[in-house]
């Protein structure tokens, strides 16, 4: 089983308010991951980091912002939640392995909804 | 063109069928292929790496085809627990790089 860690698992929480996800990882991996995935719907990259102070937007727009102070710990801040940031956030974190294919590790992730 | 497209099924098949994915992928430099599977309202977990030479893994095995940008997944003899969405992972770069990910494969394992 990979060690990494996201919590609340569900949130259900009021618009405009800021919430923050965790997400941790023991496995001291430098590079780290945030998808967002609707039901039934794919995987998007929102977020990801190379290592500590590292930080990069993905592939799909969010309004959600990131911070990456420690290796272990990748957590994402909504300053201000809408009922559209509803869906589902997957952390995950991998460790480039020079001649291999790199695996990445999922959390079990966030279930948040916002009404 | 979507950088990695799937068949989105569902595939709905009896205990015991052969059933093969499809996954096309429009980046000619990615390097690195993979199969994830997840089960319904669970996070992606690895099923296998894809590599040059194809390989297998018991039930599993997966092709890559680098000229016509095309890797497969056939699952022999399946069987009920096989049951979940199967998503074709692409990597630009070898170790370094993001992971794209395919809409996913739902297959569906019925006795």
């Known amino acids: 089983e990979a060690d990494i860690y996201q919590t609340p698992r569900y949130l259900v929480i009021g618009t405009g308010k800021k919430i923050t996800l965790e997400c941790s990882q023991t496995?001291?991996?430098?590079?780290m991951y945030w998808y967002q995935q609707d039901p039934g719907m794919e995987l998007h990259l929102i977020h990801y980091?190379?290592?500590?102070?590292?930080?990069e937007k993905g592939d799909l727009s969010s309004e959600s912002t990131v911070s990456r102070i420690r290796t272990e710990h990748f957590p994402l801040t909504l300053e201000s939640a809408r009922p559209s940031h509803t869906s589902q956030y997957l952390c995950?974190?991998?460790?480039?392995?020079?001649?291999?294919?790199?695996?990445?590790?999922f959390g079990q992730g966030t279930r948040l909804t916002v009404v | 063109r979507k950088e990695v497209e799937q068949d989105p099924g569902p595939f709905n098949v009896p205990e015991g069928a052969t059933v093969a994915f499809n996954c096309t992928y429009s980046?000619?430099?990615?390097?690195?292929f993979f199969w994830y599977r997840q089960d319904c309202r669970k996070e992606p977990k690895l099923l296998m790496s894809?590599?040059?030479s194809g390989n297998e893994d018991g039930r599993f095995t997966a092709q890559l085809n680098r000229a016509s940008q095309y890797i497969s997944l056939l699952i022999r003899d399946s069987k009920l627990s096989d049951s979940a969405t199967y998503l074709c992972?692409?990597?630009?770069?070898?170790?370094?790089?993001?992971?794209?990910f395919g809409k996913g494969t739902k297959l569906s394992v019925k006795p």
């Open positions: 995950a974190s991998s460790a480039p392995t020079p001649g291999l294919n790199t695996e990445a590790f």
């Open positions: 496995m001291g991996h430098d590079k």
């Open positions: 980091s190379y290592g500590v102070n590292s930080t």
């Open positions: 980046n000619s430099a990615s390097q690195s």
């Open positions: 894809v590599y040059s």
């Open positions: 992972v692409v990597n630009k770069k070898r170790s370094q790089g993001n992971l794209i």
